[in-house]
C-alpha cells in the first residue's frame, strides 16, 4: 500500500503577544515655567537637558509634543508624576496619555 503523499506545511511560530503602547504627551500652557517644564521632563523621562529642551520648545510652538511611548501603566504612571509635579508647585502642566 502507498503512502498518501504531504505537503509539509509551514511551521508556526507561537506569536508573543505585544502589548499596546501609548503615547504620552505633553500639552503647552502659559504659565509653566520653560525651566520647571524642563526639570520636569528630566526628572521623570530621564531625558538630558537637551532633549529635555527640544520636547519643552516643541510643545510651547506647536501646543503639544509626543515625549515617548510606554505601555499602558508605565505612561499612566509617568503622566500622573509629570502632573503632579507641575500641582505641587502650582502650575497647570499637563501630561496626557492615548493609545498609539
Ligand atoms: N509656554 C510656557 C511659557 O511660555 C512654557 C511651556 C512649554 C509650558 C511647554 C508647558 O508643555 C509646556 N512659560
Known amino acids: 500500500m502507498t503512502d498518501t503523499p504531504t505537503i ?3 511551521k508556526t511560530r507561537p506569536k508573543t503577544a505585544r502589548p499596546p503602547l501609548y503615547k504620552v504627551i505633553l500639552l503647552n500652557d502659559d504659565f509653566t515655567p520653560r525651566d520647571f517644564v524642563v526639570k520636569v521632563l528630566q526628572a521623570v523621562f530621564r531625558m538630558s537637558e537637551g532633549e ?3 520636547a519643552m520648545l516643541t510643545a510651547h510652538q506647536l501646543g503639544a509634543a509626543v515625549i515617548a511611548v510606554f ?6 504612571e509617568k503622566v500622573r508624576r509629570g502632573n503632579e509635579m507641575g500641582a505641587a508647585d502650582g502650575y497647570p502642566l499637563t501630561f496626557t ?3 498609539e
Do not use: N, Q
Open 97 to 99: 496619555t492615548e493609545k
Open 52 to 54: 529635555a529642551l527640544d
Open 71 to 76: 505601555t499602558r501603566e508605565i505612561a499612566e
Open 8 to 10: 509539509p506545511r509551514a
